[in-house]
């Protein structure tokens, strides 16, 4: 599975919407500080189900959309797309019918975040398997936050755990697996 495009409205500081296209090798995103290049890398953990506020540097879910400035209202609801070329077949059987998949996360203040694959209504848990068994996701070791190599470094071995395990691919076992123990 390859991400082909990210698109924003409303996210952080993208409030107009937003195209990214993400071609094939190497795409570098360069600007000033405070431009928006970290919201970007946000965006794609979020659209892929990260559910921990921190996570985006806020102190709740609704800080992702756009707070207003001193000469833009502020919106109320943000909405980011990731489409994957699906090309090669890789998603999960129940997404698996299509070349292209459009996965849309849409939060509104006080409703909370809505998922889409496709014309679908999905729960957050769809997307997070989608991408987990893709073995990537929001937590992937693939997307390194500003500050994280230090942390890394200082980490527990059960974190570092974590990491074998996505490059080993079993992310979504071990999600199943979790998800079972609680039943
Ligand atoms: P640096 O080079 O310093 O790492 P950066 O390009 O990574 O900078 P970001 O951290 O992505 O910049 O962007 C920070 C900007 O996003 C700040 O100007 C901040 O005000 C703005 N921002 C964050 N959340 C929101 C929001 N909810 N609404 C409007 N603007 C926001
Ligand atoms: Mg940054």
């Known amino acids: ?44 953990r979020w659209v892929m189900g990260e559910n921990r506020p921190t996570a985006m540097r ?24 990731l489409i994957v070329d699906n090309a090669e077949r890789l998603a999960p059987a129940a997404f698996n019918d299509a070349d292209q998949l459009d996965i849309v996360r849409r939060i509104t203040r006080d409703a909370g975040s809505a998922y889409k694959v496709g014309t679908r209504d999905v729960r957050a848990r769809d997307v ?4 987990a068994d893709a073995s990537t996701g929001s937590q992937s070791p693939a997307l390194v936050r500003q500050g994280q190599i230090s942390e ?3 980490a527990r071995p059960t974190s570092r755990r974590r990491i074998l395990e996505e490059a080993a691919g079993i992310s979504g076992l071990y999600q199943r697996r979790h ?3 609680l039943k």
């Open 1 to 44: 599975m390859r991400f082909t495009r990210l698109r924003l409205n409303g996210f952080k500081s993208f409030v107009d919407p937003t195209d990214l296209i993400i071609a094939d090798g190497l795409t570098g995103v360069v600007g000033p500080n405070g431009c928006g290049k970290s919201n970007l890398l946000e965006a794609l």
């Open 58 to 81: 806020g102190g709740g879910m609704e800080d992702v959309i756009f707070a207003g400035t001193a000469t833009r209202p502020a919106r109320n609801f943000a909405e980011v797309a």
């Open 128 to 131: 997070q398997m989608l991408f």
């Open 152 to 154: 890394l470094i200082n």
């Open 179 to 181: 998800e079972a123990e």
